[in-house]
């Protein structure tokens, strides 16, 4: 079975801080590892994936993302936070059922919370 | 640009209604997907297909149907709404690649009273 752990509710941080949102994961293989971003009242949008490669990943919005295998983890990463960057953040872990059926585990989501 | 898009944005439903939520995608994905989100629960899986007229189980399936007639077209199906079934319902597509990233609906509120 594969999960994702996201073991905070809430992060807060200054404006014009660094901000980083944790993640660890459990998966048999390799993972495939994703961050999504949710703005009140709308869908889940992508923010950026690590499938193999470098360990450090870019994606939008100036985000980035760093995969350390050893520590199962792929934290989130921005160097200045903006007032716009609050919102909800999921990270999610996919891989292969038996069978090449493909699933996605969330996990619960963190509150970013940036103060002017 | 590309879509996802769920009939409706908001939905109430009284106890025992069969509730039908459509979702659409333009973007000939072979997976969509059924997620329900609740606080502090993140997004937990309901059902999903990987082509048309073939579904599997999430996590959650119990009380849920789905059907996939068309290769765009996923609908989720509460045969008997219950009032625990209030909750964000949210409607996901993606290529089959294990390393493609989902596209999301907009979310539908549905509450059952």
């Known amino acids: 079975a594969q999960s994702v752990a996201q073991p905070e509710d809430q992060v807060n941080v200054a404006e014009g801080n660094p901000l980083t949102v944790k993640c660890t994961y459990s998966?048999?293989?390799?993972?495939?590892l994703f961050w999504y971003v949710q703005y009140p009242n709308r869908g889940l949008q992508f923010l950026l994936k690590?499938?193999?490669?470098?360990?450090l990943v870019k994606g939008s919005y100036g985000f980035e993302a760093e995969f350390n295998k050893s520590q199962t983890s792929f934290h989130l990463k921005k160097p200045s936070a903006l007032v716009s960057d609050s919102a909800l953040y999921f990270c999610?872990?996919?891989?292969?059922?038996?069978?090449?059926?493909?699933?996605?585990?969330f996990g619960t989501g963190t509150k970013l919370q940036v103060i002017p | 640009d590309v879509k996802v898009t769920q009939s409706s944005r908001y939905l109430v439903k009284r106890t025992g209604e069969k509730v039908f939520l459509e979702c659409v995608q333009d973007?000939?994905?072979?997976?969509m997907f059924w997620y329900r989100q609740d606080p502090g629960l993140g997004l937990r899986l309901i059902y999903f297909?990987?082509?048309?007229?073939?579904?599997e189980k999430g996590d959650i399936p119990e009380g849920y149907s789905v059907s996939r007639e068309k290769k765009e077209r996923f609908s989720l199906i509460l045969e008997s709404a219950s009032t625990n079934q209030t909750s964000m319902y949210l409607c996901?597509?993606?290529?089959?690649?294990?390393?493609?990233?989902?596209?999301f609906g907009q979310g539908t509120r549905l509450t059952v009273v």
């Open positions: 996901a597509s993606s290529f089959l690649g294990g390393g493609t990233e989902a596209f």
């Open positions: 998966v048999s293989g390799n993972p495939y």
């Open positions: 690590y499938i193999t490669g470098d360990n």
């Open positions: 999610a872990v996919r891989s292969l059922y038996s069978g090449g059926y493909q699933k996605v585990t």
């Open positions: 973007m000939d994905h072979e997976n």
């Open positions: 297909s990987y082509d048309v007229k073939m579904k």
